[in-house]
């Protein structure tokens, strides 16, 4: 005789950069499995592939993964966590405090998380007054690529050229899809050392997952921390 089959609840979510809403249900005990393991190797790429594999699992309509922006995985991650483990996540949080080697048990509570807004207005960048660009966010496939290269010019450069979605003047539009990397890299090594950081700075803004903790050590002192990323509700 067969043993009785589980039925699992399901879920609905918004993807925050595509607008695109899925279905997912909590990850089970297999899954969690996976992660644990990955957990245990410490590796980060290990536990973001981790992290992948759980998501093509649970969440339905997706057809590429790799190619969601990291705040998509961040997104998505913590809304599997929140069905599955519970809508709390507990914490060990270190003292700002150098002098202080404590540590405080803190927990958050998931709906007090703030998820990644988009706006299509951070990703228009203008050059100077007639020329400006459009960026895509990178994807995790993006990120892991080019963690893996040597850090510095050129690997700033290849990230901003792979999310260089196209470029305008007064007169028209270019997809960056139709243009060779050749000439991509010489309209980025045309640009001045100022609009060059006006590039970067996409990057360093990008939206993430993060929530503004606040929480008093067993010292006394008052601490606030933000965290901001996936990593950091995970340590």
């Known amino acids: 005789m067969a043993l009785p089959e589980l039925n699992t609840a399901r879920y609905s979510i918004e993807i925050p ?13 297999k899954e969690e499995k996976i992660l644990m393991m990955a957990m245990e190797t410490n590796d980060q790429k290990v536990i ?7 998501i093509k699992s649970c969440v339905d309509d997706i057809d590429d993964v790799e190619n ?6 961040e997104t998505l991650f913590l809304a ?4 599955s483990v519970g809508e709390k996540i507990d914490l060990s949080m270190k003292c700002n405090d150098e ?30 007054d007639e020329v400006g660009v459009v960026m895509k966010y990178p994807s995790v496939k993006d990120v892991s690529r080019f963690s893996e290269a040597e850090e510095g ?3 700033a450069m290849g990230m901003i050229m792979a999310c260089i979605d196209t470029i305008f003047d007064k007169d028209d539009v270019y997809d960056s899809k139709n243009e060779s990397k050749a000439s ?11 609009q060059f950081m006006k590039m970067t700075d996409f990057f360093n803004t990008m939206p993430a997952v993060n929530y503004n903790l606040k929480y008093k050590c067993s010292c006394g002192k008052d601490n ?6 996936l990593q950091s509700f995970f340590t």
């Open 153 to 155: 010019v050129d690997s």
């Open 80 to 83: 599997l966590r929140a069905k």
């Open 17 to 29: 950069s595509t607008g695109q809403t899925v279905t997912y249900r909590p990850y089970l005990v």
């Open 224 to 229: 606030e921390q933000e965290l901001r990323g």
């Open 48 to 54: 973001m592939q981790s992290t992948i594999d759980v």
């Open 99 to 128: 002098t202080c080697d404590m540590r405080t048990d803190v927990t958050v509570d998931f709906d007090e998380i703030n998820l990644p807004v988009v706006s299509k207005d951070e990703t228009t960048i203008m050059i100077n």
């Open 184 to 194: 991509l890299t010489k309209f980025v090594d045309s640009l001045s050392s100022v």
């Open 68 to 73: 969601l922006a990291m705040f998509d995985i």
